[in-house]
């Protein structure tokens, strides 16, 4: 899978780019704030469907566009899969409502026609490397479980529509537990959504639980290589329901503990939950709120069985974010049968000349991977000869190569 050419109107920075976009690598050179990063925001939500930068849709529109009436912000991609050719666009469109309030929506066109967000997800596949991205391994368990979900969602059909029912029906079973305390009333009510969210949560954890297994096998052999041999990666699924049985009386098991939960299968694990939470319905009724579920589940990554979030170095943690996303590349290219189109923001910069080496004859393995860089020096020469080069300025594209 590759891009053949990219259209940006009123997308942050950019007014209006379209260029036809090279195959292998690009590396995009400008100075900070120019634009290179939202360049490559703007090709992940063509695979998300959300930026990961933004907390909002409309933050992705030109400011100079106007915040007044309709304004349209535009993302088309022209891309190759399974040796066919396709055209998707996102379009973030703010308008003002009937009441005078202004509102901000997407809208997603495939190959000219409209589609639901959820059932594009996955057609277009890319791996993002951003520098706050580190935030995945030390900051909270929501930033792990969304990066988890985003992954997934690209290669796991339905995995996206399953999620968003969940966390509605989540919502739901919330306000109705909330309701019950407050006010009282038949607790019967609660099956509807306890079947709701046992069966589409029994296939998020169901997903949770093979997908992680899988990209451990990959992440694990390149961390072992990113670190000379010195440390092995381990990637530790909590989920907030536990499927796999313990026996009473047993402790749980230690944060370093390898757990293999890959033989439970989708009925056993729904047919756990629902019982989990009828044994805590008159306690989640008091609290108010549902407590087990993915929703509240945390993933821990592990080296040497020290836990890297809480006590690794900026050092460790870089190299095992770098190691997760090499993986990512590997573990889609073997779910889909296509190689995602790699970004990478400033992937170098941190690293010192005999690790930079390695991490670009590793990546370098893709069809297409787009590099950002204030510095061109950080490539070797040999690599900035074979590569394609942008410099991007205040939103434009200046020149083709240096």
Known sequence: MYLTRLSLT??????RLDQDVPPGALILVGDNAQGKTSLLEAIYLLASMTSVQADTAGEMINFSAGKDGLVVSRVVAD???QNREHRLEVRIIQETSRNGNGRVRKEVLLDGRKRKLNSVIGHFNAVLFLPHMLEI???SPRQRRRYLDLTLAQAISGYSAILAEYNKAIQQRNALLKQLKERGGDVDQLAYWDENITQTGAQIIH???QSLRELETQAAPIHHDLTRGSEILRLKYQPAYEPLFVPPGQ?????DAPVDRSRISLEEIQIGFRKKLLELRREEIN???TTIGPHRDELRFLGNGIDLGTYGSRGQIRTTLLALKMAEVAWLKEKTGEW???LLDEILAELDGTRRQDVLGRLTQTEQALFTTTDIELFTPEFSQEAAIWRIVEGRLDGLGI
């Open 10 to 15: 009123n997308f942050r920075i950019f007014s």
């Open 79 to 81: 891309y190759t899969r």
């Open 137 to 139: 391994i030390t900051g």
């Open 207 to 209: 997903a949770r639980v």
């Open 251 to 255: 402790y749980s098991l230690q944060l």
């Open 287 to 289: 609290r108010g709120v």
């Open 340 to 342: 995602p189109v790699l």
